[in-house]
């Protein structure tokens, strides 16, 4: 295992608070970043703060990434915290119950595009501009295999990961001039808090409904772990990926093929 790809870097870890963010964050401190931990659930980014191996520095700040003025003060913080910010992950996300589409309520679909897409505007608005300043960076989105591969009844939940693909690739390239990479990762199905939560019904039908819908549409046969997407961040954060943007990668068991 390669140690400390991350010396020297501050990274900004939304979503920190559970999973797969949780699961980032800690091995980004483990590897030498700065770690900032933004989660609307300040508790929880506590709880991922209390368990990591640190190296560096550790920063909580509740934020919730569908809000301008929480974002901005979040990268306010992280600058008056550390000077700078070297990488973004933008994780934070909300699942969707399956939902016929005339059933779906309007605030429902606004919250889900807001927290799952807009977000990564937000974010990347208030952070650009440091990056352009020292001409690098990364951004990593972390979409999901549903953004290319639709699922009946999660329309909402699909429409906002494909806005985050295809945003991924138009900030590729209008931040490559100034050397910050952008890329997004695709999860499939992964054993995290979120999965239950795409499926209604009580909690046997929901573990029996994970086995059925998710974990059997993975050709590799199993669920994929949040230590599994954190090892793919932290290859494209690291300069290991440094001639690598504008890509996206299935880290999803063989679901998207
Ligand atoms: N679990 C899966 O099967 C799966 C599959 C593909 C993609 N994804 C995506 O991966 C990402 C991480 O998901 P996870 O499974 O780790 O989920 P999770 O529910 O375990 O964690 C999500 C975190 O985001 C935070 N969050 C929610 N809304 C927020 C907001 N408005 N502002 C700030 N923080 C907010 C929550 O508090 C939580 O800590 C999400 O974007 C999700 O859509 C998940």
Redesign the pocket.
């Known amino acids: 295992m390669n140690v400390n790809l991350l010396e020297g870097k501050t990274a900004v870890v939304?979503?920190?608070?559970?999973?797969?963010?949780?699961?980032i964050a800690k091995v980004f401190g483990s590897q030498g970043a700065n770690v900032v931990l933004?989660?609307?659930?300040e508790e929880?980014?506590r709880r991922t703060a209390s368990e990591m191996e640190l190296k560096k520095r550790v920063l909580v700040v509740q934020?919730?990434?569908?809000?301008d003025d929480?974002v901005q003060d979040m990268v306010r913080q992280t600058t008056e915290a550390f000077g700078d910010a070297h990488i973004l992950i933008?994780?934070?996300?909300?699942?969707q119950f399956f939902t016929p589409i005339e059933e779906l309520q309007l605030e429902e679909w606004d919250?889900i595009m807001?927290?799952?897409s807009k977000?990564i505007f937000l974010t990347t608005r208030h952070l650009v501009p440091l990056m352009k300043q020292k001409e690098s960076g990364v951004i990593i989105n972390?979409?999901?295999?549903?953004g290319e591969r639709a699922r009946p009844g999660l329309n909402a939940?699909c429409a906002?990961?494909g806005a985050?693909l295809m945003l991924t690739k138009a900030l590729a390239l209008e931040l490559a001039p100034y050397g910050i990479r952008v890329n997004a990762i695709?999860?499939?199905?992964?054993?995290?808090?979120?999965?239950g939560?795409?499926l209604p019904g009580d909690a046997q039908k929901v573990e029996e409904d994970k086995k059925k819908i998710?974990l059997d549409s993975v050709p590799l046969g199993r669920?994929?772990q949040?230590h599994d997407?954190a090892q793919a961040a932290l290859y494209l954060s690291s300069d290991l990926a440094k001639a690598v943007t504008g890509e996206v990668l299935n880290v999803?068991g063989g679901r998207g093929v």
Do not use: H
């Open positions: 939304t979503g920190a608070g559970s999973g797969m963010g949780k699961e933004a989660d609307l659930n929880a980014a934020t919730n990434v569908a809000q929480s933008n994780c934070a996300g909300v699942p919250n807001a927290v799952n977000s972390i979409a999901s295999i549903a939940y906002s990961k985050a695709n999860p499939g199905p992964a054993e995290t808090p979120m999965l939560r795409f998710f669920l994929i949040p997407i999803d």
